[in-house]
């Protein structure tokens, strides 16, 4: 093909190519871990969602929970984040990829003194609101209590990995 048959071809219609800069996407403040919504699954027919999450030192991640519809990933950028599955702990340093299937419990913290940062992965996306939702609740002013985190999370097909304390 010439270069100027190459320039003459039509570009192939299809779905638009999403572009998330360093300083765009949608913003999710929940208490000390700031999430950036690189996808949130419009551009993905709803089969993915990624998100950016910053934990703050020594932050504490939900209470230990099994999702019924969604696998969960998280690739650590920096820091250490820990890792509850069950009954094991796992400190995930910069550089691990944790790939959590539905019905599998887990949570996550940052014990450290330093702020860590991972991407995590939605599939499908269905998990995006629930975040959403929990920054509903703390705009109130009000503390997230453990009851209204349950039930936020009960509306995604995730629940409690064991019962109230």
Do not use: C, W
Request: cysteine-free; proline content about 9%; glycine content about 8%.
């Amino acid at each position: 093909m010439t270069e100027e048959e190459a320039k003459t071809i039509e570009p192939q219609a299809g779905p638009a190519v999403s572009v998330v800069r360093p300083d765009d996407g949608e913003t999710i403040v929940l208490g000390t871990t700031r999430m950036r919504v690189l996808e949130d699954g419009s551009h993905t027919g709803h089969r993915l969602a990624i998100a950016e999450s910053v934990l703050a030192p020594r932050t504490q991640g939900p209470p230990q929970h099994r999702h019924a519809q969604h696998d969960e990933g998280f690739y650590i950028l920096s820091g250490t984040v820990r890792f509850t599955v069950g009954d094991e702990d796992y400190d995930a340093a910069a550089g691990t990829f944790v790939m959590v299937p539905p019905g599998t419990p887990h949570t996550f913290a940052n014990p450290a003194d330093e702020p860590a940062v991972m991407l995590s992965t939605f599939t499908p996306d269905l998990y995006v609101q629930y975040f959403r939702d929990l920054q509903e609740a703390f705009a109130d002013g009000r503390p997230l209590t453990r009851q209204a985190n349950i039930d936020a999370m009960s509306r995604y097909a995730t629940e409690p990995a064991a019962g109230p304390a």
